[in-house]
Structures are given as structure tokens and as C-alpha cells.
């Protein structure tokens, strides 16, 4: 049965079958895994002790050991500039440099960050102006867009970030087709634009990232009839999931494998529950295997009502992060996982961070069917062995806490170093 | 004869024959203004009466008009954003926006602006990273060199300007091989780096343009044992004219046809007089005939000690638009260019433009052998038919007036508009 869109495919691997995908992603993770423990100076070291062949596909991922953003700042410092994560495949054309600082590279290829797939959906085509403004110095956002629309066969305004008047005097000058840029920027563009009664009406679409789409903006474009697609992706990785006309949740770009777990974890949570986004990018010169973003997202059920057959998450939920220091020490939420794992009895659980007559306090809220009186205090003595700290445990019915991909939180009303 | 170069061509159109240039420029130019007069909308009327047929190469280029980047955003504003002048060949990739305003396109293809040539003088090879600090945002000189340095398969950080401190912490990261930017900024990089004690030894040769390099700048360099190579290039034309190893003068770009000519007009200067510098950009999507820049230079004798056998030009020596207000009225080049035109008997002239008792005075010296009397008042009618104002005429001897491409001196201690 042939599939209709609602729009056009980029190409025909966002149609094909779940079962056809896996395949060929199979087939990929394969060779990313192989070049990896080949050439790769890190993951020589990561995957030392696993064994490839026993990784058939996607699905044997929790096999394969998860590599913290967070501490590629550390990996950087020891092998600059790349952290020692790029195999031998890689000949860098640009190189770029975000806050850590960490350095990613492009490697030498046609659309390395494989934008074009999300520029397509928001309706950018051959011919098209994108009026780009996101920077393009240090990091490597410009960029980004700019290889994707170039790759698909439209031309590009490197506008950079700022200097709103004159964005107003090129746009007037330049016609573009659509914008890419911060969610927020446009709409002070087009607001000067009417200020000056400049005509920006050629800018009929817009791709935005990089903050949040909030609903006045959102209604803003849509009373002057722009079409605003979102996309979700990082300066190590470039596209990780963008979306379609159908505005139907963020699909997963085809180059990449999305995982959601437990945070600080590489366990996989139960399908539609939040967790920290892990990414598996399929490329032999930069094989960043089950990245852990830092972000927080959630899968959802089925596939996008516009007929694109990937896999779709949610937008951004949060950070994933929630380490914070508590009487000094770092609390983290691989600590929380690990109680869960020394108790199998905890369903589900969630450290509460406070502040009580000048002192910090933790609660542990466990979800769990024992009834075994003894048990709070058990796990009151493995959180004692595990964060060094003493908390009070309390039992709450199944189901109780919220599934929102937290494990710590924070109630103090001030943080402190 | 082999040709034996100081240092490696980058191609061997640097060092064929004067003969084999002009014979390849010659069909270049052909193809270019047959389809310049064919589908640029400009130049199908600026060619409309010019028989094509009889300009048989770069020699007689003389018989195409003059085009003025003064006359740009003037072009621009009727016909935005080109002003007219690309051909139904120019597919743009990027497009730029320049002060003016002024937009110009880059064509689809592989180093448009032909830097990966100035680059290479400047010892730049593949695998070597090139740290770009010039900007990408609204104007090329960002893409002009990435352009260039990624075709010759270096590799690029895209650092833009300022953020001094993150520019040594990303080149200590980096090891840069080589700095692309203005002259004085990899100074003030390499001494903030030196206070921060970060090692920037990596970057051995620089390329540098936009700007003076001050003798105390080069010794600086020199001092450090960085090769410092210039170039002299345009937002509308990409790269002109090139230092080698040798530092024996600019080398002409081989993608371009440079013309020295009497500032405001079309007329070449004798060689090695100093003149405004007017480009051909042999390029059918883009073909800026006899484009006048608006500088000055001149022409070298003979050919670089390098080996390359291209023509060769000084440095940039200062801007040729000399217009400038008397008593209300503009005054132009291309008004003592016409005096000349009207008076064969000067051979030089200049117009030197003061402040008297209050009020603006003109005089022009003349250079002539003429004894006939009269001729000083003959001459000051055409001033006045020319100008609309009186000017004092001054006889002097031949070669008494500097040839330094200056027409108009406005020695006023003040501008007034």
C-alpha cells in the first residue's frame, strides 16, 4: 500500500517500514561500531570489554556502554579537541567551539548534520531564500541550517544573529522564502518590519530551535499566516528530530537512534514516560553511541498523522540533569537508579531535596508494594552507602509520583555552591 | 623552459605564458559578454550599442564601458538585489549584504571567489586548519576564505570577530596552523595568549587583508616567525590580486582582468602610474565588466621573483573617488578627466580645492609645453563649462605633479557637506 503524506518526503526513507529501518540501521550501527572500536581512541577503551556481535541492532543497545555530554568537557581536556570520540574516518571540513568547552566537528560531507530532512518539512524547496539567523561563529548552528538548505537546493542569507534593522533591510531587499532562526527573533523582526512599513510578506515559513516556541508567538505566526515547524538538536550531534506539517510531535531524523531512560541510566523507561534523551548517530567519523544530551523528552505512541513512518518524541521537557549538592556533596540521579537497582521492591523513585532550620534535607519517595515494615529503613541505610548523605524514606502508593522524567528535586529556594 | 618557483604553484595557470593568458582570457571573456548581453538586464543595455565581435581580448577591453561600484546601490534600488547586472546563469548559493546597501551572490561552484589560490601562496595545504576570524554574518569575507581554504582541503574553525579570550582558548584547543583576518587582530590574540600564557605556537603563516599592515605589525610577526601573507579583494569581485613568498608585489588573480585607469574614467594610466583599479570578473553568472572599484593602485613591471608570470600590482594606495562639494556643487575625476579630453596640450592635471577668506577656491595645475599665452584662460572657460564654477589655472612644468592616481586634493580643514 503506497503511503500518502500530508506534505512531500524528502526522501523515501522517511516512509519505509518500522521493520526496514531497523534493518537498515542495523546494517549501520554494524559498520559505526566496528570503525569505532577500530580507530576511535575513546570508544577503543569503551567497548574494550563488549562484544560487537552479540549487538544485532537497535534493539541490543543497552549493550553498549552510555557516553555523558557532561563529561565530554573532562574527555576534552585529556585528548583535545575532540575528546579522542573521532574514528580515523574523520577528515574535519569546518570545526566548531561551544561553552565547556567542547569542539565538534563537520565531517567532510555533503549535509553532515542532515538539516535539509527538517528545512524539507517546513516547506523549504529548490529556489527558496532562507534568511538565516542563527550565528555561524563558534558554534555551529549557522552552519547547520545553512549546509541543510544549500544540500536541497536553496540559497541562503548568513544574517547572524542581532542587528534588527538591518535584518529589516535586507529581508525588504532580498525577498527570503523563510526564516530560520530563534523561535522569538522573527516575530521582532517582522514587529520592526511594520514599524518601518517595510514588506517582509515573502517570508511565508520559518524553521525554529533553540528555545521555547511559546503559544502568544506561536499565534502570532499563525495570524499572519506563517508556517512555523520546530526541530530539536545539538551542536555535537546536528538533527536529532524535527517537525512535519502535521505538527504531530518531533519525528527521529533517520541518521540517528533516539533512546529514552531513565536519567543519569542507560535503562530504557516504559514507553511514553519522560526520560533523558540518548542518541546513537550513525557515522563512522564521529560515532557519538548512546550520547546522553542532558535532555529530557518522552516517545510517543503510533506515527506522525502525515505519513512520515519514524519513530517521534516530544519536544523538549526539561533538563535531564538534576545533580546538586546537598551538606556539600554532589547528590545524582544515577544514584537514585542505583538504589533501584539494589532494590528491586522500588517501582519507581524520587529524591526531594529541602530546607529545615538552616539545614539541607532529603526525602526518598519510593513507589512500592511491600509491606515489609523494615524495608524503609533497609533503604534508608543503602541511600546512607550510596550518597554518603542520611534521608528519610517514605512509602507512596504505586503510581503516585509523577512520571515526568525528574528523580531529584530541588525545593530549597536558593542553590548553593 | 621549466619555470622554477620560489615556492609550489597552486595550479599551472600561474605560471604559463603571457601569450597562453591572454589567449585564455580572450574566450573567457568572449563567453562572458555574449552572455552578459544576452540575459543581464543591465549589461544588455550598457553593451546594446558595443559590437562585440571587435573586442578581441583583454587588450581591447577598452571599448566596454565602465561600470561604478559608487553606482551600485543606486543600480541595487531599482532592480533589487542585483541591480540588474547577474545573467539567467547565476544560481545563488549565498547571497551577502554589504554597507550601501549593495547584495552580492555567490554562485553555485566550488570557490567562487577563487581565495583556495591566495590561500595556497600563503603556504596553506590540505589537512592544515585555517582559524578564520574574519566575519560570516551579512558581508563574505567569513565565506570567501572557508570557500578557499575547505577547496584545498584544509580545514576551517569559523571564529568571526572579537571574543578575544575564547579565540585563544579555541586556538590553544585547535592548534590552528594558520590565521585568516585583519592584520592587527592575531596580534591581539597572540599577546592576550602570551598574558594568558596559552601556547598559539601551531599557527605559523597568517593571510591577511581588509586593512594596513603597519610596519610595526610585520616586524611583530616577523619577530615571531609567522609568514604574513596580503591579498587584495572585494565583497562584489572576490579575490584580485595576491602576495607570494617572494612579497614582490600583489600577483593578479587568474580568474580576473585588471585595468589601471585614470580615476573616473575608462582610460588606462601609462604603466606603473598610479589609477583606479578596474576589474573584469570573468564569470558568465556574475559578470562585473570593467568594474571600478573605487581604489587606487598601479601596475609592477616585469613579473614576481617568485615565478609566477601573472601581472602584478601594488598594494592598495589609498580610495580613487576624489568627489568632493565647492561651494554647493559636487566636482568629479571625471570632470578633469574631460578637461584633459577637451585640452590634449595637458598632459597631467590636478585640481586642488581650498578655503580662502571664507570661501572655497579651485585651482588647477597643469602640466603642459604650450607657450601660447592664452591658454590658461581657454583652459578656465572649459572649468567653468565643465564644473559650473571658476577655478585659477597654474601652469607647470612636465612632471612636476605627483602621479599618484590623485585628480581631485581637497585641502580644506574641513569637509562640509
Not at 548552528?141 to 549546509?147: N, P
Not at 542520611?390 to 503516585?400: I, L, N
Request: aromatic residues 6%; hydrophobic residues 40%.
Amino acid at each position: 500500500m503506497a503511503v500518502t503524506l500530508l506534505d512531500t518526503p524528502y526522501d523515501d526513507l522517511e516512509t519505509r517500514s518500522a521493520d526496514a529501518r531497523a534493518a537498515a540501521q542495523a546494517k549501520a550501527l554494524a559498520a559505526v561500531l566496528t570503525e569505532a572500536k577500530r580507530t576511535s581512541f575513546y570508544f577503543s577503551r569503551a567497548l574494550a570489554d563488549i562484544d560487537l556481535d552479540a549487538v544485532h541492532g537497535p534493539a541490543d543497545l543497552t549493550k553498549v556502554p552510555v557516553t555523558r555530554k557532561a563529561d565530554m568537557a573532562a574527555l576534552v581536556q585529556k585528548n583535545p579537541p575532540f575528546g579522542g570520540l573521532a574514528t580515523a574516518v574523520l577528515k574535519p571540513a569546518r570545526v566548531f567551539a561551544s561553552p565547556g568547552p567542547i569542539y565538534e566537528p563537520e565531517a567532510r560531507r555533503d549535509d553532515f548534520w542532515r538539516y535539509a530532512r527538517a528545512l524539507w518539512a517546513t516547506g523549504l524547496r529548490p529556489g527558496d531564500l532562507l534568511h538565516n539567523c542563527f550565528a555561524y561563529h563558534f558554534t555551529p548552528a549557522g552552519a547547520m541550517m545553512e549546509a541543510g538548505a544549500l544540500s536541497l537546493g536553496a540559497s541562503v542569507f548568513p544574517a547572524g544573529t542581532g542587528q534588527t534593522d538591518q535584518q529589516v533591510e535586507a529581508a525588504a531587499a532580498l525577498k527570503p522564502a523563510a526564516y530560520s532562526g530563534t523561535p522569538d527573533f522573527l516575530r521582532t523582526i517582522l514587529e520592526k518590519a511594520e514599524a518601518h512599513g517595510a514588506d517582509l510578506s515573502s517570508i511565508r515559513m520559518a524553521h525554529v530551535t533553540g528555545g521555547a516556541l511559546l503559544p502568544d508567538t506561536r499565534a502570532f505566526y499563525d495570524a499572519r499566516g506563517t508556517a512555523v515547524m520546530q526541530s530539536y538538536g545539538t551542536a555535537e550531534l546536528g538533527l536529532i528530530a524535527y517537525e512535519s506539517p502535521a505538527h504531530d510531535g518531533l519525528i527521529v531524523d533517520e541518521g540517528v537512534i533516539v533512546e529514552i531512560v531513565a536519567p543519569g541510566t542507560g535503562d530504557p523507561v516504559a514507553d511514553g514516560e519522560a526520560g533523558e534523551v540518548l542518541v546513537t548517530l550513525l557515522d563512522t567519523a564521529w560515532p557519538l553511541l548512546r550520547y546522553a544530551t542532558g535532555d529530557l523528552s518522552s516517545r510517543l505512541p503510533g506515527t506522525s498523522s502525515c505519513g512520515r513512518t519514524g519513530p517521534r518524541i516530544r519536544g523538549w521537557l526539561g533538563r535531564a540533569d538534576q545533580s546538586t549538592k546537598v551538606k556539600g556533596l554532589f547528590v545524582h540521579p544515577h544514584q537514585v537508579a542505583e538504589l533501584r537497582r539494589r532494590h528491586p521492591e522500588i517501582l519507581h523513585a524520587r529524591l526531594v531535596i529541602g530546607r529545615e532550620a538552616g539545614a539541607d534535607t532529603m526525602v526518598l519517595q519510593i513507589e512500592t508494594e511491600t509491606a515489609e515494615p523494615s524495608f524503609t529503613a533497609t533503604v534508608a541505610d543503602s541511600v546512607q552507602t550510596v550518597t554518603r548523605l542520611r534521608a528519610k524514606v517514605e512509602r507512596v502508593a504505586p503510581g503516585a509520583l509523577p512520571h515526568d522524567g525528574k528523580t531529584i528535586v530541588d525545593t530549597r529556594d536558593y542553590r548553593h555552591g
